[in-house]
């Protein structure tokens, strides 16, 4: 009910309530828009575009599912937007392949920190990341993943696997994980 009347007020202009709204999800989102962009400074510029989009169009928030959902949605759809315009997303498919598993996060976790980790996936070459933050981070499957980037399904898979190996050659380097 609290989040309804937030919405109600954000809708009609209420700057207090839009305010309370982005103080809500904009940690959250930041780390998502962090995940897609080269740097910081990118990150916050898809963080402000993104809630602009978001009060812009909250009216047409049907409260289907939840609304940080709604707004995650928003954040990642911008982020790719911002990636689609800046052609920087081009097939990456010939990275050295390993067929060795990849590991686990279980296994890592107690060796490395989440900023350590969101570094390492901010250093994927442009195509592994965005396909790496949707297939891992946002749920979805490669034939989505294809049609959102405009790559086939198959270098959808690639890139995946291409990124998995980067990122297991990064915490091998860092002595994190036994070769």
């Known amino acids: 009910m609290i989040e309804a009347n937030l919405i109600k007020s954000c809708i009609e202009g209420d700057r207090q309530a839009q305010s309370t709204l982005y103080a809500m999800f904009a940690p959250k989102m930041f780390v998502v828009c962090l995940r897609y962009s080269k740097n910081r400074e990118e990150a916050e510029e898809v963080l402000q575009e993104g809630f602009l989009k978001v009060f812009q169009f909250l009216h047409q928030f049907r409260e289907e599912g939840s609304l940080e959902g709604w707004v995650r949605k928003i954040m990642v759809n911008c982020s790719l937007q911002r990636l689609r315009s800046n052609s920087r997303l081009a097939p990456v498919l010939n990275i050295e392949s390993y067929n060795e598993q990849f590991v686990l996060q279980a296994q890592i976790e107690s060796k ?9 996936v901010m250093s994927l070459p442009p195509a592994y990341k ?17 049609e ?9 898979k690639s890139n995946l696997s291409d990124a998995r190996t980067y990122l297991q050659k990064q915490l091998t380097k860092k002595k994190l994980i036994a070769k």
């Open 130 to 146: 965005m396909v790496f933050n949707l297939y891992v981070f946002e749920g979805y499957k490669h034939k989505e993943i294809a």
């Open 148 to 156: 959102m980037l405009g790559i086939s399904e198959g270098t959808s």
């Open 112 to 120: 490395i920190s989440s900023k350590e980790l969101l570094q390492l």
